[in-house]
């Protein structure tokens, strides 16, 4: 009996052992499948998905089909015709003989003349007409139509720009919010720890009810700090979900924010590179050129304009019959010697192009304001860095002190309940220090240009 019941044993034995190893397996597998969204995951994510990108990729191909348009003026335009008509007018019916090449004595009869028999006429018809000068109007408009595309495709650039820095703005704001967290998860452990205590002391007589009841009350703000905090955690996602595009997406815990040391360029600098990569002032400068183009123009179109045109036709008596045929070719020129509408059209291309180059200064200025204000926030919140750090440390042994003194009878309640909110204090304000260095930067970064997604990976 035993020895039948071994094998049945091992066999449980290594079933079980199979089981333990796919649960092992299968846990390992949910866990690599979460891992943490990071920054760079984040920024791809907006740029395939924000439907601002998306909006600025379809300005930027409408305006590719403009250009292509405006190159299909040089060419010659060719239709071709088929028509059928029937009828008995004087003029149509002598034409049509005519063309139809089946004209005889009998037609000039007057009575066949004044009175004709009603006549059926089959016409293909190809005409062609190509524009061979005209002062050079359609190359300038070709010019604009490729400065306009190029003005969109730096639109277009500068727009990926603004979401990414919104991005990064909300994915810090979930860091920081984590980090809140934390710090009121301990806070909220450190006070109920102070009310055990006071507690304690009270049942020994070594205090009075009020401490206990100013602990409780410590307790209860510290509660409503981690509700609030939990909040800006929920906030921080909804942003997030808006600036990538993605509705459903999922939270993970992201990695801790943590302090970061960045370069630093002098203020000429930075606005130099601004000046030379911001690219929505790039967008600006190309369509400023584009303006030109459109007012010269304007100008070329007071000039003379040389065309050609021909056309070929057939006329039948039946579709799929026999008949007569003609062409015609010829040169055209023209020139408008009452051009009051176009007149009106250079004021117009005029005052639009005085509109662009205020527009041009006016967001020079405003890069140059934006640039030298992202350079101040940017030294400010690194020694805002720097400072807030030693306090947290001290705040932290002032705590300790403080409790042991409480203990022995030698400082008060409210001396404890003013250490443990300066602990509380000095930790956020520490990482309200962080999260504002990195968007500090990542600020400096946007007025320089210079916030690209391979940029943006220096913040995570």
């Not at 250490?419 to 990542?442: F, I, L, P, T």
Request: net charge negative; aromatic share 6%; hydrophobic share 40%.
């Amino acid at each position: 009996m035993d020895k039948t019941r071994k094998p049945h044993r091992r066999t449980s034995q290594c079933g079980r052992e199979l089981f333990i190893v796919l649960l092992f397996c299968s846990f390992s597998a949910a866990s690599m499948g979460q891992q943490p969204l990071t920054l760079r995951q984040a920024i791809d994510l907006a740029t395939g998905q924000n439907q601002e990108a998306a909006i600025a990729k379809a300005s930027e191909q409408e305006a590719e089909a403009e250009a292509a348009i405006a190159r299909t003026r040089t060419l010659p335009q060719l239709s071709s015709t088929e028509d059928i008509s029937r009828g008995d007018d004087p003029v149509y019916a002598f034409g049509t003989h005519l063309r139809q090449q089946q004209f005889t004595q009998d037609d000039f009869a007057l009575n066949n003349l004044n009175r004709p028999r009603p006549i059926g006429n089959f016409a293909t018809r190809f005409s062609g007409s190509w524009i061979a000068f005209d002062s050079f109007k359609t190359q300038k408009e070709i010019r604009r139509a490729d400065l306009i595309k190029q003005a969109t495709h730096s639109l277009a650039r500068a727009v990926d720009q603004q979401i990414v820095l919104r991005v990064v703005e909300a994915y810090q704001s979930i860091l920081y919010a984590q980090r809140e967290i934390d710090v009121a998860q301990h806070e909220q452990e450190t006070v109920a720890a102070l009310e055990g205590s006071v507690e304690e002391h009270v049942k020994a007589g070594l205090a009075v009810e009020a401490d206990l009841m100013s602990a409780r009350v410590n307790v209860a703000s510290r509660k409503q700090e981690l509700i609030v905090a939990q909040g800006s955690l929920e906030e921080a996602w909804a942003d997030l979900r808006d600036a990538v595009g993605v509705p459903d997406l999922k939270k993970s815990e992201l990695r801790p924010i943590e302090p970061h040391t960045f370069p630093e360029q002098t203020l000429e600098q930075e606005v130099a590179a601004a000046l030379s990569k911001r690219a929505d002032l790039m967008s600006l400068e190309q369509a400023q050129a584009a303006q030109q183009s459109a007012v010269s123009a304007a100008k070329s179109d007071f000039g003379p304009r040389v065309s050609a045109y021909g056309n070929w036709e057939q006329d039948r008596t039946t579709f799929a019959g026999s008949g007569g045929n003609n062409w015609l070719a010829g040169v055209q020129i023209s020139v408008d010697i009452l051009p009051m509408a176009k007149r009106a059209q250079l004021a117009k291309e005029k005052s639009a192009q005085r509109q662009i180059d205020a527009q041009q200064k006016l967001l020079d200025q405003h890069i140059r304001l934006q640039v030298n204000r992202a350079h101040i926030h940017r030294e400010t919140a690194e020694l805002s860095v720097q400072t807030a750090r030693a306090p947290m440390d001290e705040a932290a042994e002032s705590l300790r002190i403080l409790e042991n003194r409480y203990s022995a009878g030698l400082a008060t309640m409210t001396d404890l309940l003013r250490a443990e909110d300066a602990v509380r204090h000095s930790q956020s304000s520490y990482w309200h220090a962080v999260y504002d260095n990195v968007m500090a930067y990542a600020e400096l970064l946007y007025a320089t240009g210079m916030l690209t997604p391979d940029a943006a990976e220096e913040l995570q």
